[in-house]
């Protein structure tokens, strides 16, 4: 990640085409200052609330002329901040959901009846043992825990 | 063409219409979908923002699923294809990586072998049915409708793995769309993302201020509606728009359409069967040249 980011000329291509700099919703957000900087300058890396505010467009690598590509250091820092206490509520809670039910989304009584009246089959329950089993040998589990708010 | 169809958990869970306009049309132009029993969310989150160990090992269940099926896998999201192909190319190229996984699923009882291949519906139909294979199940063509068509970002990055289209001037869509007989219309900021992950993991407001800059663009060029292959996108366009519209104050409405639900009209089904009555940004000189079209 340090090599990539030294390679880095901040010629400023990944902010012409990041979306977030185009409509300048956000001043504070620029590719090459959110990696660079946590990358290189910061101390706690993953505590740049600005990662998230990467919509993980992938334009950055498009046109990258030096392949640094910042879209993957910037995830990166949003995986290392799951075990920091950075990470983002929702995507803490979205990834427990996961694994806890097969499904990132809460299933409603209101979805099920949905279905009913489209003729589509009741969702089946999903194969969360199996994920229960990869979560715990992988170390997503435990991860998760400590990351509870 | 037989296919495992990949559901996720956005369409049958938040727009389950999609999903029934899915089954209902797909197979009229020889795309046969199986139903697979056991898969679960791609894992899009897990994958590229918590772990992305876990992830792909959670990617690879869901594909060693379609391989004991002996299907190639349909997906209906850009999300999930990104997931399940970057997972499928990464795994099938790296040996000792495709080992480490194969060791985290091993209790499930599962082996990934790297035999089947992932494709989203809009590959399915631009590179295998084609174009003329889609002109040629038009009933009603869509003569006169201007769309502004939004390919999403993650069918289209990286193209050595999505194997798309042209992530700076995507263009498939279009064609798709002009097979209906409607009008692809030309509008700026078409490959801007739609803003669903910042609605929802960064700042609403921003995501705001982003979905209008595109609307404004739609509008400007003159679409009726615009047409969408992913239901994060779908979502941001309709729930979005209705949300955003407050507080940007809009004076208009661009409402969106999911391709197959195009598709749908253009095959003849009309406004009810496609599910254009459950969206919830309206426009009444949309549904009234859409009526015309349809009768």
Known sequence: MHEAAEICLKCGVCCNVAHSCHVKYDHRFNPRYTFVYDCLASEKRASNPNIWLCVSCHKCEETCPYDVSPVYFIEALKAEALGTGFVHPTIRAEVAQIVSTGFAFPVTGATERQRQT??????PPKAVDELAKIAEKTGLAARLKEAQP | MRYALFLGCFIPVRLPHLEAVAWSVLPQLGVELADIE???CCPEPVGFLTDRVTGLAMAARNICLAEEAGLDIITLCNGCTYTLRQANETLKADPALRARI???????GHEFRGTVNVRHFAQVLSQQVGFEGIRSV???????LRVACHTGCHI??????????????????DGMVSALGAEPVDWERKTMCCGWTLTNYGDRESANRLLGAKLDAMHAAGADCSTVICPQCFYQFDTGQMLAARELKMEYRVPTIYYLQLLALAMGRSLDEAGIRQHRVKDPALDGKLGRLTA
């Open chain 1, 118 to 123: 489209l003729n589509l089959k009741p969702l």
């Open chain 2, 156 to 173: 289209l990055s990286p193209p050595g793995v999505m194997g798309f289209d042209d992530p700076l001037d995507p263009i498939v869509l």
């Open chain 2, 138 to 144: 038009v009933r009603k063509p869509l003569t006169g």
């Open chain 2, 38 to 40: 056991g898969f679960t």
């Open chain 2, 102 to 108: 194969n060791e985290i699923l091993a209790e499930t």
